[in-house]
């Protein structure tokens, strides 16, 4: 990787590997920047959209030009890195085995693409790390583990004498002002007296520390900001500082592959200069919890559900907090609910889910109070909760509200393998982040709800097997029905859709289009609908009645059709449903058109037009969700009727097939999609 680095001209990368079987990368070697830096990136789903996850996923090379192309691209890492670089992200393979992915950090904005040269660098690179990776990987390297990646040491320079080093240091001492050095991880490895003196530090107590540890008034977001935007776009930086109670510092920062230079002189007010911090920093930086904060917020608001919001939550707060371990729990009917954990072993935490909530359970105040628990030692949380057993193996523990809409709604326990003691300052930090967490919580649950319901109404109202019908529980669904002296009611729900989809379920879907659909090669035959009186349900005129409850209740969409294969004969009406589709045995097919009504759910007694029309032996007649047609920019009549003439080229008398040919049409494969085929015996 070294060599890459080199080869490149970047200065920093990170390594990721790729598990079998795996569906997240993790990070396993940085090289040119701190670990800290990183941290909320250690694991990378090949969901999320990342450059590397993009890469790998697609096997490509992503190439970001700079900051204005990477907010534009990727706003989650630029809101969180909104430094001038160039970022580079491709696989990592070995022969066609996928091992993992590559991110080069390269210094400035370049072309919008990589030079021929730079490309063949980056895939050669790749190469062979692919060859290292599946090799660790035969001998079972502890590299490729999940742990704490490793840090690839900068490069070496020249060694120097004794002599040397005595006349670098006086000659830096007789500049104006004073100087000092940082290293990759920003801890000071040099500084001048003078630079001691302009600071108010003994320079004994300040080499190996990082400034905003051992210099209070430096633990501004502004200093660290400062200092990171050095680090990744490897340009000069500049700020003013107030050192209490009335000295003005000017800094300058002149990073290169091996740390930063610093120059500091006395300076002038600025008006964007930080207050003065008149107490020591305790837990993490300011800086530092701003860079996580914002990670974690940009974080969960792309959760889907509430094991998103778990394994969000894992990834960021466990490396950038410094914490081992991790359980989010919930009350559910006076019961205790562990919705996820992370460090924890499941044996452990397994034996809490479910149990009756009470006051001898650690933390359960934190539950119904929302107020936030901090135990330094097990001392104390035995005091609070005197049956509790010291079986996790922790040294202290945050048992931290998650509130959301004002009221608790479940608990963050974050345990640390040392002591801490939980200064006011981190506390206060802590229980912000949970906060983020619980608002992220709250949605993940409505989510989790609403998919919950739209598989339940489709599941529950797919027709029941019956004799002479098949009936699969898959998606897509296939039935055949045989001959006469059967009737059957038949429904299919659409889940609920946001409000902006059901537009094109309120107009008449449809029209005239060419007998092969988008082949355009003759008019449908549509007959005019013939109410014969022959079927109970539904009949014209109909009021079909809604389910009707106090209170929020669901809207969907859903169309109804009575089968009377005795008369060879069906009745439709629809709910803002997606018109069926009848094929013919000849292959001819036609739309069932019918004028849509209310979504099911608006009103509580609606009056639904209805249709007659023939079901001829050897037809199959077909209903499916607006998944199945519906996408961006696409006209859904266009839709309908190409979907209309991929089930004339189709085989009836296998529906499976059928079926398979039809899911493979939609034109967005990750939408609630469902369909049902109905073939009509002899």
Known sequence: MAALLGDSGAFGGLLYVLPPGGDALWLVMVAGIPQEFAAPWRRVALTDPMPVADAVHERRLVWIAGQEDMTRRYPRPALVLPYDFTLSAAPVASGTALQGGLVLLLPGERPPQPSTQERDIIETGCRRLGTLLQQAADRDDPLLSAGRPRTLPPPAGPAASSAEEAAASAFADRLPGGSCGLDINGRITFITRAGADLVGADRADLVGSLPWEVL????????EDRYRAALVSRRPQAFTVLRPPDVWLDFELYPDASGISVRIAR?????????????????????????????????????????DVVEQTADQLLPALGAQGMVLMAAEDGRLRVLGHRGYRARLVDRFDAVPLSSDIPGSKVLTTGVPDFFADFAGLRRAYPLTVHEDGMASWAFLPLIASGRPIGSLLLAYSRPRLFPPAERAVLTSLAGLVGQALDRARLYDAKHRLARRLQSDLLPRAAPGRRSEGRRPLSARCPGPGHRRRLLRPDPPRRAHRRRHHRRRAGSQRGRRGAHGAGPHRRPRPRHRGRLPRPRAGRRQPSAHRPGPRPVTSCVYVHLDLATHRAGLATAGHPPPLLRHADGRTELIDVPPGLLLGIAPDVLYPTREFPLPPGCVLALYTDGLVEAPGVDLDDATAALAGLLEDTDPTDLDAMADALMRHAPSPDDDIALLLIGIGE
């Open 267 to 307: 300076g002038d007010p600025s008006g964007d200069a930080p207050p003065p911090r008149s107490v020591a920093a305790a837990g993490p930086s300011r800086a530092s919890v701003l860079y996580h904060l914002m990670h974690l917020a940009a974080t969960l608001t792309e959760a889907a559900g509430v094991q």
């Open 216 to 223: 209070p008034w430096t633990d501004v977001p502004q200093v």
